[in-house]
């Protein structure tokens, strides 16, 4: 059976802690799902532009070995209809990404979906 994993991240500039990252999220499913965050959320969350644009961000994940599928986030910052459109069936969080877990945890309760949650290890 299938099992359809789902990651977050800005993935500006990918590194090696990022390919383990999707490796490891990998590891837990059979599709991997990554939603990049969109120029706008970077700016508002880490107060700095991108070094790349959204779209080649998106190219560049793309093309990672472990990544199934790459999509944009939703435009409206804390908004996860990509949920809604995408069906995983487990969500991967990178080991800092508390402030995304409580926002997630937040629209689950809002809009009646729960898709379980893991942390993943710091390298």
């Known amino acids: 059976m299938s099992k ?25 499913g059979t599709t ?12 508002e969350l880490k107060e700095h532009k991108p070094h790349i644009i959204e779209s080649k961000r998106l190219r560049a994940v793309e093309m990672l070995g472990a990544v199934d599928e790459a999509v944009l986030c939703d435009e409206a910052l804390n ?7 995408t069906k995983p069936d487990l969500i991967v969080l990178g080991h800092d990404q508390m402030e995304l877990e409580q926002a997630l945890i937040t629209w689950m309760g809002e809009h ?10 710091k390298v």
């Not at 991997?32 to 700016?43: E, F, K, M, P, T």
């Not at 908004?79 to 459109?85: Q, R």
């Open 4 to 28: 359809r994993v789902l990651v977050f991240g800005t993935f500006d500039r990918i590194h090696a802690g990022h390919e383990f990252f999707l490796r490891s999220a990998k590891s837990r």
């Open 32 to 43: 991997l799902i990554v939603g990049v965050a969109r120029d706008a959320h970077v700016v």
């Open 79 to 85: 908004s996860f209809h990509i949920i809604e459109e």
């Open 112 to 121: 009646g979906h729960y898709v379980p949650m893991v942390r993943s290890k």
